[in-house]
């Protein structure tokens, strides 16, 4: 079954202990991107990868990093985390295309995240 | 640099009945695509329906339909029959040819009565 899998589904932590939430995919897509999730702002990107080794910022990059050393893997690292990044994360996949815009996007199942 | 607007915060609708939600949308790619996705409670995105910028027929997917009018920039979603298991945050999204980046609209939550 293709899939995107995201973990954990609910995370709570204190304000400065880093933190990684994991994403994998088993549908051998190119591109990778998170999202962050927050009230009367819909999703907004914070990083996406197009292949291994290629990453780059999104609209709402800052407190976040992201690496993708293998192409099913992309981790998002909170490396101090603050109250201000409580929100529901999304991590979403598809085909590169070529300048193609109905390829699918798949997304994991979120995972939400409570810095106190 | 793709923006999407969803003015309609929630919306109460009656069981059984229609619903509209609107979505109007601004790029500069010459071809795009439209994308609606549907968030239950349990917050997992659902993808509903899909509309290409090329395509002559407005899509559709059992009880949901795209109303494209690609001269107004709008593409609103209609929910026919609406349904207790609709209760949901509905998000209208959209990707350029020039990039891969969905973007999303604000959202709108719709709440189904009895």
């Known amino acids: 079954e293709a899939q995107v899998t995201q973990n954990p589904r609910y995370l709570i932590t204190v304000t400065g202990k880093k933190l990684t939430v994991t994403c994998s995919q088993n549908?051998?897509?190119?591109?990778m991107s998170w999202y962050r999730q927050d009230p009367g702002l819909g999703l907004r990107q914070i990083y996406y990868?197009?292949?291994?080794?290629?990453?780059d910022k999104g609209d709402v990059p800052e407190g976040y990093k992201v690496s993708r050393k293998e192409k099913r893997n992309f981790p998002l690292i909170l490396e101090s985390p603050s109250p201000n990044q409580t929100s529901l994360y999304f991590c979403?996949?598809?085909?590169?295309?070529?300048?193609?815009?109905?390829?699918?996007?798949?997304f994991g199942s979120g995972t939400r995240l409570t810095v106190v | 640099a793709q923006k999407i607007t969803q003015t309609q915060p929630g919306m109460f609708v009656q069981e059984k009945e229609a619903v509209t939600l609107d979505c109007t949308y601004d790029?500069?790619?010459?071809?795009?695509?439209l994308f609606w996705y549907k968030q239950p409670s349990s917050g997992e995105m659902i993808f509903l329906i899909y509309?290409?910028?090329?395509?002559?027929q407005n899509a559709t997917e059992g009880r949901y339909s795209l109303n494209f009018q690609k001269a107004r920039k709008s593409a609103n979603l209609v929910i026919s029959a609406s349904q207790l298991g609709d209760s949901a945050m509905y998000f209208c999204?959209?990707?350029?040819?020039?990039?891969?980046?969905?973007?999303f609209g604000a959202g709108t939550t719709v709440t189904v009565r009895a």
């Open positions: 979403a996949t598809r085909r590169a295309s070529g300048g193609a815009v109905s390829y699918g996007y798949t």
């Open positions: 549908m051998n897509h190119e591109y």
């Open positions: 990868s197009m292949n291994v080794e290629v990453t």
């Open positions: 790029t500069s790619d010459p071809s795009y695509g």
């Open positions: 509309q290409g910028s090329y395509d002559q």
């Open positions: 999204a959209m990707v350029g040819s020039n990039d891969y980046k969905l973007s």
